[in-house]
């Protein structure tokens, strides 16, 4: 039977605007579903991701960040690495590790922005949710 808890890992930078992401996720699975992991920035999100799915606690890892080009490093470079990172901790413990991280490609520390990127967390939160959701009824009906 899949678990009907859920994990949801944040990264800290630009928490304002991540933070979003699990408000729309709570407006389809209940809070009380939800346990809630802080990682200091995206780079950290693949391996706690790893980590809970492989605990057997939850139907689905959620995982989100906001990576912007900082001027010092390459985003690209941190982006991709952290995608595979969540991709490959699914793909090892057969549980879903799904990823609500954005890497834009122009960025702003703007209100006109922020108000932007907050608005579509919430709305990639609700996706995330759904794809959770959907996820572990196809896969509790394969089971069946």
């Given at each position: 039977m899949t678990p009907t808890r859920y994990a949801f890992v944040k990264a800290g930078w630009h928490a304002d605007i991540v933070d979003r992401a699990l408000e729309g996720f709570q407006q389809l699975v209940p809070a009380e579903q939800i346990d809630v992991f802080d990682v200091p920035g995206a780079f950290e999100m693949p391996l706690l991701s790893r980590d809970l799915a492989a605990s057997g606690r939850y139907g689905a890892v959620i995982a989100a960040a906001f990576v912007v080009d900082g001027g010092i490093y390459r985003h690209e470079f941190v982006?991709?690495?952290?995608?595979?990172?969540?991709?490959?901790?699914?793909?090892?413990?057969?549980?879903?590790?799904?990823?609500?991280?954005?890497?834009?490609?122009?960025?702003?520390?703007?209100?006109?922005?922020?108000?932007?990127?907050?608005?579509?967390?919430?709305?990639?939160?609700?996706?995330?949710?759904?794809?959770?959701?959907?996820?572990?009824?196809?896969?509790?009906?394969?089971?069946?």
């Open positions: 982006a991709q690495a952290v995608v595979d990172g969540l991709m490959r901790a699914g793909m090892d413990t057969g549980v879903p590790v799904l990823s609500v991280s954005l890497t834009p490609h122009n960025y702003q520390e703007t209100e006109h922005h922020q108000q932007i990127y907050r608005a579509h967390f919430v709305e990639k939160g609700r996706e995330a949710a759904r794809a959770a959701l959907m996820i572990g009824k196809t896969r509790a009906a394969l089971a069946a």
